[in-house]
């Protein structure tokens, strides 16, 4: 499932790394944003992967109008659910609401 929502980013969170139980690295950020909506108006992204966390840094910053689009992810452990709301494109809105997508000068920007 792919959801898109347009907000201003409130927050970026700290890095979180670690190492899987296959020894690899990995790197993931969370980033908050504010819909405006007048009940539950924050929702919370995250990026995983070196590339992705290096673009968002790179790119967004606290107060930027976003539009991002997500897939909603579930998994049980220990009788309980937790959910995860993962961005795979991030994009700019400019102050006449069309979203431009966000890149650098090479053209390898988002989306993730």
């Known amino acids: 499932m792919s959801l898109t929502v347009k907000g201003k980013i409130t927050k970026i969170l700290e890095v979180e790394s ?11 950020q969370t980033f908050v944003i504010d819909t405006g909506d007048q009940y539950n108006p924050e ?3 995250s990026v995983f992967g070196d ?3 290096e673009k ?3 790119y ?3 107060g930027q109008e976003v539009e991002v689009a997500f897939n909603v ?12 709301l993962d961005a795979w494109k991030i994009q ?3 102050e006449e609401a069309k979203p431009q997508e966000v890149s650098d ?3 390898d920007g988002l989306p993730f």
Request: avoid cysteine.
């Open 73 to 84: 992810s579930s998994r049980e452990y220990n009788g309980k659910y937790f959910h995860n």
């Open 92 to 94: 700019k809105v400019d």
């Open 60 to 62: 967004n910053k606290v």
């Open 43 to 45: 929702i919370a992204f």
């Open 105 to 107: 000068e090479s053209q």
């Open 51 to 53: 590339e992705k966390v």
């Open 56 to 58: 968002l840094t790179k």
């Open 18 to 28: 670690g190492t899987s139980k296959a020894g690899k690295t990995w790197r993931k």
